[in-house]
Nanobody, 121 residues
Framework: QVRLVESGGGLVQPGGSLRLSCAAS????????MAWYRQAPGAQRELVAS???????NYKDFVKGRFTNSRDSTKSTVALQMNTLKPEEKAVYYC???????????????WGQGPQVTVSS
């Protein structure tokens, strides 16, 4: 069973930085999208950033200029550098990977366990 293992969550002061990392437990063939979502208390899960197979990144407006999403497809890893964090960005952050592989029976998708990020003084 493939797992996405995340690390890097924790407590940071407003204006501070955190880096989240996510690695698949085994190489994922045919990766398409590697993304980050977050879910704040009482809110729906929302997309934060994604990166496609060609390396093109997409950011939601509320993180543009502050967050950087990067991937290493050869290692099935993705990282999210978060700068200038705000208190309202306290949430559980989930990494997500999907892809398609004939040898794996078609499309697949996996979610990380979601470390907590708390922004507070």
């Amino acid at each position: 069973q493939v797992r996405l293992v995340e690390s890097g969550g924790g407590l940071v002061q407003p204006g501070g930085s955190l880096r989240l990392s996510c690695a698949a437990s085994e190489m994922l063939p045919g990766i398409m999208s590697m993304a980050w979502y977050r879910q704040a208390p009482g809110a729906q899960r929302e997309l934060v950033a994604s990166i496609g197979p060609n390396g093109r990144t997409n950011y939601k407006d509320f993180v543009k200029g502050r967050f950087t999403n990067s991937r290493d497809s050869t290692k099935s890893t993705v990282a999210l550098q978060m700068n200038t964090l705000k208190p309202e960005e306290k949430a559980v952050y989930y990494c997500y990977m999907n892809g398609k592989s004939q040898s794996w029976g078609g499309q697949y998708e996996y979610w990380g366990q979601g470390p907590q990020v708390t922004v507070s003084s």
